[in-house]
């Protein structure tokens, strides 16, 4: 019998997890996932990382021997980091080596501290790419204003790029953009253009919490009616936007160079309203040629109980534009939301960078008092 996530995979979603940690690679859960339930490639951030390493003792070795080499708390936080990756992208590696590099894929996301700062990025971007040393490695830009020069230069360089926290229509053009004046300068610098892969991570659940609380908060009837169904709506425009920017006459010029699309990436596709389906952003959201990033308990639950019923994007532009029209005319302003989504999510990676680095000093000082 086909599983849910199998017919995920035949309808042309490729499933990465959202999630790692040095347990799952250790303990052979990672690979169980991969064998069992389509999983072709894994994502990070600074929130899981931090989740990694504040718990278990899996880390406790390589602390000891960073303690002992005089590192300080940046260097630890990349070199363990960076450890977790490059052992993730060889367990992928068949599959980027069977699927020429558009999946087996690995992330691995640059301080967001410096998502203000383009030089630093550039600089925080290479040095990962150089550290981590495989070829299926993709290195996470935040897509801010000042990101976008980054992604382009990124790319330019001839650096695999996801481009994270996208959460508007108009900032998903722009990252296009940046994708295709990255690989002209790929071009004219002299790399494969096939060799070069890319996903845009297209936020979905949160756009929903932001204005479900809007709706909550105008408490009219035809309010609590659109609950639910922004993220779907984003989301499946943002499709749109992608089948239109890639039948472009700039990026046939570069498909026939070698180029692949940059793939749209459903990200933060776990429910946060636990008064929704589970599989809301995994089912609504199946379209050929696309990447849906989970955390595993959305995962497990498409695996149990997902109805995949073939694309459920395209037919929907229409009735996707009409409820954001809707939201509006209710006095949701869909741009205040998204301006609002981009800082909270920046100030959240932020905080959990922090709170990494936090848990570190402490680990190195409980290393240093245990020698």
Not at 29 to 54: C, D
Request: with cysteine; hydrophobic share 45%.
């Amino acid at each position: 019998m086909t599983t849910p996530t199998q017919a995920l995979s035949d309808a042309g979603v490729s499933i990465w997890l959202d999630d790692l940690s040095r347990a799952r690679l250790a303990d052979g859960s990672l690979k169980v996932l991969i064998e069992e339930k389509n999983v072709v490639g894994v994502t990070t951030n600074p929130s899981i990382f931090q989740a990694a390493i504040s718990k278990g003792h899996g880390y406790d070795t390589q602390l000891r021997e960073l303690v002992e080499a005089g590192a300080d708390v940046e260097q630890v936080v990349f070199e363990l980091t960076t450890q977790d990756v490059a052992d993730a992208c060889d367990l992928f590696a068949p599959i980027a080596e069977a699927t020429g590099g558009v999946d087996g894929r690995v992330s691995i996301e640059v301080d967001p501290r410096l998502a203000w700062d383009t030089a630093e990025t550039i600089a925080e971007a290479r040095k990962l790419h150089a550290k981590v040393g495989k070829s299926n490695v993709h290195i996470k830009i935040p897509a801010t204003l000042e990101g976008l020069e980054a992604i382009a230069e990124t790319l330019g360089a001839g650096i695999s790029v996801n481009v994270t926290l996208i959460f508007s229509l108009e900032r998903y053009r722009a990252v296009i953009n940046a994708f295709l004046t990255g690989l002209e300068k790929a071009k004219e610098n002299g790399h494969d253009l096939a060799q070069i892969h890319s996903v845009a991570s297209f936020f979905v659940s949160r756009v929903d919490t932001e204005i479900d609380k809007r709706l909550d908060a105008i408490g009219t009837p035809e309010a609590a009616a659109l609950k639910g169904k922004a993220g779907l709506a984003n989301a499946r425009l943002a499709y749109q936007v992608y089948e239109e920017e890639f039948s472009s006459e700039r990026f046939k010029l570069l498909a026939a160079a070698g180029a692949l699309p940059q793939r749209p990436l459903w990200a933060s596709t776990g429910v946060k309203d636990p008064s929704l389906p589970d599989t809301l952003y995994v089912a609504g959201l199946v379209a050929d040629g696309v990447v849906n990033t989970m955390p595993e308990k959305t995962l497990e639950a498409t695996y149990d109980h997902g109805e995949i019923t073939g694309d459920t994007v395209t037919a929907t532009y229409a009735e996707s534009n009409a409820l954001l029209d809707a939201l509006e005319n209710l006095g949701v302003s869909y741009n205040d939301v998204v301006a609002v989504l981009e800082s909270e999510g920046l100030d959240k990676f932020v905080a959990s960078w922090n709170e990494l680095l936090a848990d570190v000093e402490g680990a190195l000082a409980g290393a240093v008092k245990g020698a």
